[in-house]
């Protein structure tokens, strides 16, 4: 079975520029991650979603992020504009339904670099 | 005090050693925990969940202190393919589905 799929893996972009991350959780899963990691601050969440609805969004850093997950199968993290400090390793994570919640699988990430 | 708190290391021990990290969590009412290992330049993957009378699985053995508010990870006989990152995650109670991951444990093995 394919495992949570992202694209693109690396991605290097210049300030100001639009950064469009995807993702495509397992299927069957219902409950969908957004993480950026960093050196200095480690895994932060960014948002869930549950069935395709939006749960928390705390973990948004500002106005420039936005994510979307239109149907169960997709996903989308949106930067715009970048910045330099956006520079990171951003996961997309899914979790089954009925489970413990705390066993996601995690796709391979998307390495942002902003200039 | 962070959610969840670890010591970044790295721990530093040879091959066939016995090895452990602690992780303190702040929120008393949290329900689940589990350790993730994350290799160099990779995505974090699910080690074991950990369970309130502790649970074992090979060399690895999970055990949580809510008196204390820690959990703790023990690795026995470590091989040079245990080299990664532990991170430690804990989920909040009352409905909450926010896993929170501490920021990682590092242990090198070394010949």
């Known amino acids: 079975d394919a495992g949570v799929i992202q694209s693109p893996r690396h991605e290097v972009t210049e300030m100001g520029q639009e950064v469009t991350l995807r993702c495509k959780p397992i299927?069957?899963?219902?409950?969908l991650f957004w993480y950026r990691q960093t050196m200095m601050r480690g895994l932060e969440l960014l948002i869930y979603?549950?069935?395709?609805?939006?749960?928390?969004d705390s973990g948004m850093p500002e106005d420039r992020f936005s994510a979307k997950m239109p149907n169960a199968s997709f996903s989308t993290l949106k930067i715009q504009p970048s910045e330099p400090r956006d520079s990171a390793v951003y996961f997309c994570?899914?979790?089954?339904?009925?489970?413990?919640?705390?066993?996601?699988?995690f796709g391979e990430g998307s390495r942002l670099t902003v200039l | 005090r962070k959610e969840v708190e670890q010591d970044p290391g790295p721990f530093n021990v040879p091959e066939g050693a016995t090895v452990a990290f602690n992780c303190t969590y702040s929120n008393s009412a949290s329900q689940s925990f589990f350790w993730y290992r994350q290799d160099c330049r990779k995505e974090p993957k699910l080690l074991m969940s950990v369970y309130s009378s502790g649970n074992e699985d090979g060399r690895f053995t999970a055990q949580l202190n809510r008196a204390s508010q820690y959990i703790s990870l023990l690795i026995r006989d470590s091989k040079l393919s245990d080299s990664a990152t532990y991170l430690c995650v804990v989920n909040p109670a009352g409905g909450s589905y926010i896993p929170t991951f501490g920021r990682g444990t590092s242990l090198i093995v070394h010949p």
């Open positions: 299927s069957g899963h219902d409950y």
């Open positions: 979603f549950n069935n395709n609805v939006p749960i928390d």
């Open positions: 994570a899914s979790s089954p339904p009925g489970g413990d919640g705390g066993e996601l699988f």
